[in-house]
C-alpha cells in the first residue's frame, strides 16, 4: 500500500462546478497535511496546508481533514479554466525524518 | 520567490557519466530537498539537507549522492547515469517552522542515453 494514494484521473468538471479531489494517507500519526498545484511543465506549488480536524477555506479552495478515516480533501468552488492542473496531496508523517510523502497527483481538468 | 534556481535546466547525457546537478538558493534556509518526479510517481524524495554538512536519504537514493558545503547550494550527483535516471528533478527548500510548506525550483531535465 502506498504512504499516500490519490486518483491519477483526469477528473473532468465543466466550469462553475465544483470540484472534489480526494487523497488517502497510510500512516495514523501524521500530522500535517498539504495540497500542491502543479501546471503542466511546471513546479509545484503550495495553495494549501491543513493540520486539523474539519475544513479549511481560502478562497475558492477548501480544504478538508479526517483523521480518524485517514483523508483528506480539496475542494475548488467555481471551478475555472486556469484551475486545470495536477494536485499533489502531501503528508508529513512525523517520523524522524522531517521531509514530505507526496501522492502521486490528480489531473484536474475544466472544461469552458 | 523563494530565490531557488537549478543548474542546468536541461542536460543529456550517456550511460556510465557522471554528472552533477546544482541547486542555489539566496535566503539562507537550513531545509533543502532534492525529488525526482516521473509518470505515475508523483514526486519522490532522493535526499534532504537539514544544513551544512547535514544530509540524509529519501525513499529513491540508490545511485545518488548528495553534499552540501555551503548553505545557499546543495548539489546532487549522478555517480554513473543510468537510463533509468531519466527524469525531471526538482530542488526544493522549506520555510524553516513548518517542513511541509515547500516551494520548489524550476526543475532540471535530465536525459541518459
Known amino acids: 500500500q502506498k504512504e499516500v494514494e490519490q486518483n491519477s484521473g483526469p477528473l473532468s468538471v465543466p466550469e462553475g462546478a465544483i470540484a472534489s479531489l480526494n487523497c488517502t494517507y497510510s500512516?495514523?500519526?501524521?500530522?500535517?497535511f498539504f495540497w500542491y498545484r502543479q501546471y503542466s511543465g511546471k513546479s509545484p506549488e503550495l495553495i494549501m496546508s491543513?493540520?486539523?480536524?474539519g475544513d479549511k477555506e481560502d478562497g475558492r479552495f477548501t480544504a478538508q481533514l479526517n483523521k480518524a478515516s485517514q483523508y483528506v480533501s480539496l475542494l475548488i468552488r467555481d471551478s475555472q479554466p486556469s484551475d486545470s492542473a495536477t494536485y499533489l496531496c502531501?503528508?508529513?508523517?512525523?517520523?524522524?525524518?522531517?521531509?514530505?510523502?507526496f501522492g502521486s497527483g490528480t489531473r484536474l481538468q475544466v472544461q469552458p | 520567490d523563494a530565490g531557488i534556481t537549478q543548474s542546468p535546466r536541461h542536460k543529456v547525457t550517456e550511460t556510465g557519466t557522471p554528472v552533477t546537478l546544482r541547486c542555489h538558493q539566496t535566503?539562507?534556509?537550513?531545509?533543502m530537498y532534492w525529488y525526482r518526479q516521473d509518470p505515475g510517481h508523483g514526486l519522490r524524495l532522493i535526499h534532504y539537507?537539514?544544513?551544512?554538512?547535514?544530509?540524509d536519504k529519501g525513499e529513491v537514493s540508490d545511485g545518488y549522492s548528495v553534499s552540501r558545503s555551503k548553505t545557499e547550494d546543495f548539489l546532487l550527483t549522478l555517480e554513473s547515469a543510468t537510463s533509468s535516471q531519466t527524469s525531471v528533478y526538482f530542488c526544493?527548500?522549506?520555510?524553516?517552522?513548518?517542513?511541509?510548506?515547500?516551494?520548489f525550483g524550476p526543475g532540471t531535465r535530465l536525459t541518459v542515453t
Open positions: 526544493a527548500i522549506s520555510l524553516g517552522t513548518d517542513l511541509g510548506e515547500q516551494y
Open positions: 500512516d495514523r500519526v501524521s500530522q500535517s
Open positions: 491543513i493540520y486539523s480536524n
Open positions: 502531501a503528508v508529513n508523517p512525523n517520523t524522524g525524518r522531517r521531509a514530505l510523502t
Open positions: 535566503e539562507n534556509h537550513r531545509y
Open positions: 539537507s537539514y544544513g551544512v554538512k547535514d544530509t
